[in-house]
């Protein structure tokens, strides 16, 4: 079971995903309650160790504007919530990253791979607002194997929607939160302990 640890600001939060065994940590580069510089981002991430991938998120900002955001900040990953494009995905993959479709559960197309992406993520109708949708629906649409699920995800409900919709990850930010945009270490240790025990 692959864990992402999203919308990651504090030195401190970044080590207990890393300890918790987190496979990824995401830095929300664009608007949000979690955004940091790419500066920030690229600082924090100089603590993350080789095996574990460190993702920029971005949501919404034109495809030269994603550019200019992850060039200099050195993370290894480009997750891109919101309108883009197969010829958007194109733009960016000169840069050498690991690409990541960030998509609604409502989106026509949920096949892995069908924009030139390394990995599908679905989410919620809107990214980061800790809101939970129908996981089990996702069975009968099968994006595939190692699709990635998000949206909503709790301590206490995460392993229920992995068996549901039959995910091979799972994506969270507001889940593991003890106030809106502030991340709790101990939930995220919890969090991650109980998707690696339901998966
Ligand atoms: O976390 C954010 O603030 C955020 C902002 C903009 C785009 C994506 C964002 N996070 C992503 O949202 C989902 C999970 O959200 P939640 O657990 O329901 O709060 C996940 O893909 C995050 O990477």
Redesign the pocket.
């Known amino acids: 079971m692959f864990v ?1 640890i ?2 990651l600001s504090t030195a401190e939060t970044v080590a207990a995903a890393v300890d918790a065994g987190a496979d990824a940590v ?1 830095f ?1 580069l ?1 608007r ?3 955004q940091v510089t790419p500066d920030r981002a690229r600082e924090l991430a100089a603590a993350v160790p080789p095996h574990v991938l460190t993702v920029a ?1 971005v ?1 919404g900002a034109d495809i030269a504007t994603v550019r200019d955001l992850v060039r200099d900040c050195g993370l290894r990953a480009l ?1 891109l ?1 919101g309108d883009y494009s197969r010829d958007d995905f194109a733009a960016v993959a000169d840069l050498g990253l690991t690409l990541v479709r ?1 998509t609604s559960h409502e989106a026509p197309d949920l096949r892995i791979g069908a924009y030139g992406e390394d990995l599908l ?1 679905v ?2 109708t809107e ?5 939970a949708w129908d996981y089990a629906a996702l069975r009968e649409r099968s994006p595939g194997d190692g699709w990635i699920l ?4 709790y301590v206490d409900t995460v392993a229920d929607a992995i068996h549901r919709s039959g995910a091979g990850g799972v ?5 593991v939160e003890s106030a809106r945009g502030v991340k709790s270490e101990a939930l995220i240790r919890d969090f991650i302990a109980a998707a690696r025990k339901a998966g």
Do not use: N
Not at 171 to 175: A, H, I, P
């Open positions: 992402k999203c919308g995401g929300v664009t949000s309650v979690r998120v949501a997750q919530h960030a993520l989410d919620a990214p980061g607002s800790g809101g998000a949206g909503g995800l994506d969270v930010s507001s889940g």
